[in-house]
């Protein structure tokens, strides 16, 4: 079983839409999640980490559920420069900073 | 510099030749992660250096591949023989150091493009 687990989408949404990703993790002692985001033929970068509280950054709300070992990214009033690859990534605590990335999830932002 | 540099950017190589790929990580981070990518693939982890720790190499694809990390900074993922299922893109990413409560998030470099031909 993969570590981290996403679905590849593509999920297409109009520009305004709300839009949501889960993704799920196989070890639940894992103590570290962060959502990534790459666009084409670039680098992943940062989006956001995952905080066991929820946190929220302008219209991204990332959320942790830890009974049932997913982390959620909720994109509010979709723009077209959101359309990307949007990367899960856990960081189990058996192994510090060996990060996993899921496969990730392409979101496109229809006009 | 600032951020996380690999070099070349791109690289064409025959088939059966060997290849170099270069990661500088950013200065002080003691972590270092090179992961390839595939065209419109997620990241595969190759190999992973931590400090002074023996480098965890669960992640290579084959004995073709190596990494080394020398004075624990700059490193050098060398593939031997390639061959053409070797073609993608080659990223490294680097994150500060280890620690029970550490948050920490890697970041990468721009990656090298290799293609086998």
């Known amino acids: 079983r993969k570590e981290v687990e996403q679905d590849p989408g593509p999920f297409n949404v109009p520009e305004g839409a709300t839009v949501a990703f889960n993704c799920t993790y196989s070890?639940?002692?894992?103590?570290?999640f962060f959502w990534y985001r790459q666009d084409c033929r670039k680098e992943p970068k940062l989006l956001m980490s995952v905080y066991s509280s929820g946190n929220e950054d302008g219209r991204f709300t990332a959320q942790l559920n830890r009974a049932s070992q997913y982390i959620s990214l909720l994109i509010r009033d979709s723009k077209l420069s959101d359309s990307a690859t949007y990367l899960c990534?856990?960081?189990?605590?058996?192994?510090?900073?060996?990060?996993?990335f899921g496969s990730g999830t392409k979101l496109n932002v229809k006009p | 510099g600032a951020g996380v540099s690999q070099s070349p950017s791109n690289k064409v190589t025959e088939k059966g030749k060997d290849v170099e790929l270069r990661c500088d990580p950013i200065?002080?981070?003691?972590?270092l992660y090179w992961y390839r990518q595939s065209l419109g693939q997620g990241l595969e982890f190759l190999i992973y250096f931590q400090g002074n720790s023996a480098p965890d190499k669960s992640g290579l694809p084959s004995d073709r591949f190596s990494a080394e990390r020398t004075g624990g900074s700059v490193s050098t993922l060398t593939i031997q023989r390639t061959q053409q299922e070797d073609s993608a893109v080659y990223l490294c990413?680097?994150?500060?150091?280890?620690?029970?409560?550490?948050?920490?998030?890697?970041?990468f470099g721009q990656g090298t493009r290799l293609t086998v031909v």
């Open positions: 200065s002080g981070h003691t972590a």
């Open positions: 990534v856990v960081n189990p605590r058996y192994n510090f900073n060996k990060f996993y």
């Open positions: 990413a680097s994150s500060p150091g280890t620690g029970l409560s550490a948050n920490t998030e890697a970041f």
């Open positions: 070890n639940s002692a894992s103590q570290s």
